[in-house]
């Protein structure tokens, strides 16, 4: 029987309880000890739901209580770790730069943007007060780990700076961990790995390894089981496929004698915040790669399609102003070249079945594109950019008078791509009816703006103002 050390707080989705205690479970009945670290009290901007008392003056509930009796139930501890101030002291040196890496991720994620200004006040207090949170949880969890000695660490996601430093400890200890996060590839599932998720190289290092007890066929029932549940529409894996319709009902003309070019954009501030191993292109943005490929692909009788990245809703207004005067630009010099807008119902899915080539920075989309058998080109660094058939073009220079030439695709490493993600998820166990009487994904409009009664900074009820703001005006944008 293993001694292990679940690592957890109220995350940023609403599925954060739903999967720490699915873990927690799975781990119970596989034989094992389990004793949760609840970092709750190291929040700097609470992300739970709205005080029980509001959400009944509006007609739900929230079951509290409902997830340490659970966990009691099930045998497992709850400790809360309260939080104790370490002014004046900091992390190891080996620690600092990976941390406030993390801390400058969670603000590029936080404010939705591609570039941190420091001049607002409200950005460097927050700065601060992560940067400061992270060195509590270091020594608080350092004392927990000397007086547990688990034998195994689980760690949400590991890119954030709480998790950071977690697992910096855990490797500094010499203790075995892994990582658990909501689902990627199955419906309903999390995740349990030992390589971070957005871990791109260690990633595809692994995939061989993983895959090796699978047979050819079973790679392939995975891979398109994965597939065709990312495609459905309204699909929870992808949600921006919830407003998107049928080929049939879509505007767009895909079905003229033309092969079509479909440039699928990417939301570079996410990645932007993954780390070094992500920034390995020279291109100055996105649409720089795309003004190159166009006239080679017209002058090979292609139909140019630019399809914007549907999570652009979600972005700083400012982030989206920038993108949406790069594709205008990008459309004044290339006049034939056909938008598709962020806001549009065109399936994209229905794009990639029609195109002849596809084109992207280093969304999902790219590789499920070469599971179908398309050529795929990729001008940023991609999660499965070494393992499956696609051409890489990273900078100028490597755009060439053969660049754009088909070839026949071999999909294979695509679908063992897929197949990998498949193999490491696992079912949950508890949903959002466990914690709340409505589900915090698709809120009412009532408890959406409830959230503002929370025990969260003034300048954070104003940023989620601002947002909402930002979102009614994204979706505005149409031409």
């Known amino acids: 029987m293993a001694k292990v050390l679940l690592v957890h707080y109220i995350g940023a989705t609403a599925h954060s309880r739903s999967v720490v205690a699915s873990v927690a479970r799975d781990q119970i009945n596989a034989g094992n000890s389990v004793t949760i670290a609840d970092l709750s009290d190291y929040t700097v901007i609470s992300q739970d739901f709205v005080p029980p008392a509001v959400a009944k003056l509006l007609g739900h509930k929230v079951y509290r209580g409902k997830f340490d009796s659970e966990m009691a139930t099930l045998g497992v501890e709850v400790r809360s770790l309260t939080a104790r101030h370490h002014r004046g002291e900091k992390l190891p040196e080996a620690i600092q730069q990976e941390c406030s890496q993390a801390v400058e991720s969670e603000l590029l994620t936080y404010f939705r943007t591609e570039k941190l200004d420091f001049s607002r006040r409200y950005l460097t207090w927050l700065h601060a007060q992560l940067s400061a949170a992270s060195i509590d949880t270091y020594f608080a969890l350092s004392s927990l780990l000397e007086r547990e000695e688990p034998d195994l660490v689980l760690i949400p996601n590991g890119r954030?700076?709480?998790?950071?430093?977690?697992?910096?400890?855990?490797?500094?200890?010499?203790?075995?961990?892994?990582?658990?996060?909501?689902?990627?590839?199955?419906?309903?599932?999390?995740?349990?790995?030992?390589?971070?998720?957005?871990?791109?190289?260690?990633?595809?290092?692994?995939?061989?390894?993983?895959?090796?007890?699978?047979?050819?066929q079973e790679i392939v029932s995975l891979a398109d089981d994965m597939l065709a549940e990312r495609m459905s529409l309204g699909s929870s894996i992808n949600t921006f496929s919830k407003k998107w319709v049928e080929q049939a009902d879509t505007a767009s003309s895909t079905n003229e004698s033309k092969p079509l070019a479909v440039f699928f954009t990417s939301s570079t501030d996410e990645f932007l915040s993954f780390g070094p191993m992500w920034n390995i292109d020279s291109w100055s943005?996105?649409?720089?790669?795309?003004?190159?490929?166009?006239?080679?692909?017209?002058?090979?009788?292609?139909?140019?399609?630019?399809?914007?990245?549907?999570?652009?809703?979600?972005?700083?207004?400012?982030?989206?102003?920038?993108?949406?005067?790069?594709?205008?630009?990008?459309?004044?010099?290339?006049?034939?070249?056909?938008?598709?807008w962020h806001t549009s119902p065109v399936n994209s899915y229905d794009l990639v079945r029609s195109s002849t080539y596809v084109i992207t920075e280093h969304s999902t989309i790219g590789m499920e594109a070469s599971m179908m058998g398309k050529p795929v080109w990729v001008t940023e660094a991609a999660q499965w950019n070494h393992?499956?058939?696609?051409?890489?073009?990273?900078?100028?220079?490597d755009f060439t008078q053969s660049t754009m030439d088909l070839w026949d695709v071999d999909p294979s490493g695509a679908k063992k791509f897929a197949a990998y993600w498949m193999m490491q998820e696992h079912p949950l166990s508890y949903s959002w009816k466990d914690w709340s009487s409505w589900n915090p994904t698709k809120p009412p409009f009532r408890l959406k703006a409830a959230i503002l009664l929370g025990k969260n900074p003034l300048r954070h009820k104003l940023h989620l103002l601002a947002l909402e703001w930002d979102r009614l005006r994204n979706s505005r944008i149409s031409n």
């Open 160 to 216: 954030t700076s709480r998790q950071k430093v977690t697992r910096k400890l855990t490797e500094r200890r010499n203790i075995p961990f892994k990582f658990y996060e909501m689902g990627r590839a199955r419906r309903d599932a999390y995740y349990l790995g030992t390589t971070q998720p957005h871990d791109r190289i260690a990633s595809q290092e692994e995939i061989d390894p993983l895959t090796s007890t699978l047979s050819q």
């Open 285 to 340: 943005e996105q649409f720089e790669a795309f003004d190159l490929m166009i006239p080679d692909l017209e002058r090979r009788g292609a139909r140019c399609v630019i399809r914007v990245h549907p999570n652009l809703l979600d972005k700083s207004h400012r982030y989206v102003s920038k993108t949406i005067r790069s594709v205008k630009e990008l459309s004044r010099r290339h006049p034939e070249l056909e938008v598709i």
């Open 387 to 397: 393992v499956a058939d696609v051409k890489q073009i990273l900078s100028p220079a």
